[in-house]
């Protein structure tokens, strides 16, 4: 009798010392301290670019949640720039960057997105935009002009992309050039937000890089999928003050089962 009811106990407490996957917000907050941004749902549909002016998916929905807390987390500061970024690939930092770029711009704001992740950039192949110079071009030539790298979204109005140009070896020494500073000022004249999808800080050091010019630091957790080591480095950057103000981000979860709505229309 006592083995028995021992014996789930047991199992329970076994599966879950060897489980080191993320599989909630609980999880998150006994590893670190760091605020909690909010959650985005699974996406079912193939597209990356899920938020429009007339969709009202529970995951689109979500994201205008999630541009309420950034504005509301960040009052009485300034919080022009944000980057994203993440522990390792696959977690959704684009496709955050993406959406959330996109749902500013139907609340009016005027938003560009940049594609800093310079070793494997998918911003612009995943909006499905046609390649041109982009921000290597610019650190390397003079003679770039930002006119030149930037490309406006056809679908939503007020959303433009940097794609991240050549592909060079030195991707992280290009970021301390005196030329990223120079670009993020001129856009700071010209946009109400810039969105920075950066390298996983969990493989290369490139997103510390870009340190001097950010607000806000938006680091994406896949559940799942993110091991529990991803939220530790996470809470180092926290605790240690690496990047500004960061929050974290719960992607890919059953959210829209959880607050009890589906698709609405769209």
Same mark, same amino acid.
């Not at 002016?53 to 949640?65: H, K, Q, V």
């Not at 610019?138 to 109005?157: G, V």
């Given at each position: ?34 605020? =909690? ?34 504005? #509301? ?35 009016g704001h ?27 071009? #610019? ?6 002009? +930002?006119?030149? +790298? ?45 969105? +920075? ?27 799942? =999928? ?6 530790? +480095? ?7 003050q690496k990047?500004? =103000? ?12 959880? =607050? ?7």
């Amino acid at each position: 009798l006592i083995f028995g009811i021992f014996l789930p106990f047991t199992f329970v407490f076994v599966k879950n010392q060897v489980n080191n996957k993320i599989t909630g917000v609980s999880d998150i907050s006994k590893l670190t301290n760091t605020p =909690y941004l909010g959650e985005i749902s699974h996406n079912d549909k193939n597209a990356t670019l899920i938020v429009g002016e007339n969709t009202n998916t529970s995951a689109a929905e979500l994201f205008r949640l999630m541009r309420f807390n950034i504005v #509301y987390q960040t009052s009485g500061r300034s919080n022009k720039v944000i980057l994203v970024t993440s522990g390792k690939q696959g977690e959704g930092k684009t496709f955050f960057t993406i959406n959330i770029a996109a749902s500013l711009a139907l609340a009016g704001h005027k938003v560009i997105c940049l594609s800093f992740d310079l070793r494997a950039p998918r911003l612009s192949r995943n909006l499905n935009l046609k390649s041109k110079k982009g921000i290597t071009d #610019y650190i390397l030539d003079k003679n770039t002009t +930002i006119a030149e +790298i930037t490309t406006d979204n056809p679908e939503i109005e007020g959303f433009s992309t940097i794609g991240s140009g050549q592909i060079l070896p030195n991707a992280g020494e290009l970021m301390t050039h005196p030329r990223v500073g120079v670009l993020i000022e001129e856009l700071k004249r010209s946009y109400d937000f810039i969105l +920075i999808d950066s390298a996983p800080v969990g493989k290369v050091a490139d997103a510390y890089g870009l340190a001097p010019y950010i607000d806000t630091t938006v680091f994406l957790i896949r559940q799942d =999928y993110s091991s529990k080591t991803e939220v530790k +480095i996470l809470d180092d950057i926290y605790k240690n003050q690496k990047l500004n =103000y960061p929050m974290a981000v719960l992607n890919d979860t059953n959210a829209k089962n959880k =607050y009890g709505y589906g698709d609405l229309a769209g």
